[in-house]
């Protein structure tokens, strides 16, 4: 998949450190559950995104987020880094080793890309990142609004060069708007974007999510983006574009029917704890050692729960045959529901359930997802071992794509491992990088 400018790039899968050894599924042997997407058994040669280069302008969750996701699936990435600290991300939660080391975090959010550290403030800095974007399908960035505009990497200036170059811009308020200035996390966009206010419950503070999820929705909305422009590109013979990706946005795209019910009905939806609003009976319920998350929300999915509660009297009637009649008597159904499991072990109880084939599941930690079976079969924690041979496990790429699966090639790099060889693409000579890098540009 080649830019619209006139100028192809070099579109060989980049070739990392062979960090990624034989991966299996948690819980199982290396023999019966080796990883197609770590051992290369039955892959293709090419990801699906093969052809397609990325250049990632990002720092920390959102844009490099989007960045690894279309690296999974054989993009090639290259990070830009700050030549003295890196990516603030590989500074964050859990070191390996603990002492200096480098966030476990980044093994997996950096994973498949090549790290090239260059100073954007510098003139030389900006002169090869025009250059990378002169080859470039895809530029990926999170700055505030205006930054690269004021290191003359904006659209305008880079898509003079590249007119088929798809941006994908994350920022807290978008490029436009009386807010664009202002700085954004994702931990803003999920209030303003309506997500922590129905989040918890009505007599507390509303809680945050315990990860970045305003960051990585935003992410979603740029892969998204990304490949509704590419498309357009090549297929609708469009030009390259900008896909504006404002995080409180990404959130509000998620609100469902919040808008529509203010606008008729005047309804504010206010925080509920562990139920779904309206949509009766799912809610978190406890069993005598702990709790369980039972959605009997459809129609005939409730006949089958009540029956299964002791409740026939509720299954048959006719008042509750449908959603709407059962939002009036949520509290007493989920009363029912509660008082049944309160007197059965989490086991016994979802023994029960799955029986009646009404969709329940215990509240999984980590550690749970390691030896669920499910996980395993699905192979969705892989195996690899970093280059002082600790073993580190990962979450494997989703979705799952028949003939052109994502796969981790390499965790993440070293700052800088790729610099040379980038460079050296674009024909630095090693006399040239050897200046940069004692000038400080790289």
Sequence with gaps: MLSKSSKPFESALPQGPA???TASAAGTSPESSASPAASGAGLPARGALAGVKVLELGTLIAGPFAARMLG???AEVIKIEDPQHGDPLRKWRKMHPDAGGTSLWWAVQARNKKSVTINLKSPEGQEIVRKLAAQADIVVENFRPGLLERFGLGYEQLS???PGLVMVRLSGYGQTGPYRDRPGFGA???????LRHITGYPDLPPPRIGISIGDSIAALHGVIGAMMALHHRNVNGGRGQVVDVALYEAVFNLMESVVPEYSVAGMVRERTGASLPGIVPS??????DGMIVVGGNSDPIFKRLMH???RSDLAEDPALAHNDGRVPRTQEIDEAIGHWTRGRSIDEALAVLQGADVPASRIYTVADMFKDPQFIARQMIQ???FPDGTPIDLPNVAPKLSDTPGQTQWLGPALGAHTDEVLGQLGYDAGQI???REGGVI
């Design 19 to 21: 960090t990624a050894s």
């Design 72 to 74: 999974e699936f054989g």
């Design 160 to 162: 003079a060069e590249n």
């Design 188 to 194: 803003i966009a999920e209030s303003m974007g309506g």
């Design 283 to 288: 809610n978190t319920y406890p069993c005598a």
């Design 308 to 310: 299964a509660v002791g």
């Design 383 to 385: 195996r690899h071992t």
């Design 434 to 436: 050897k200046a940069l």
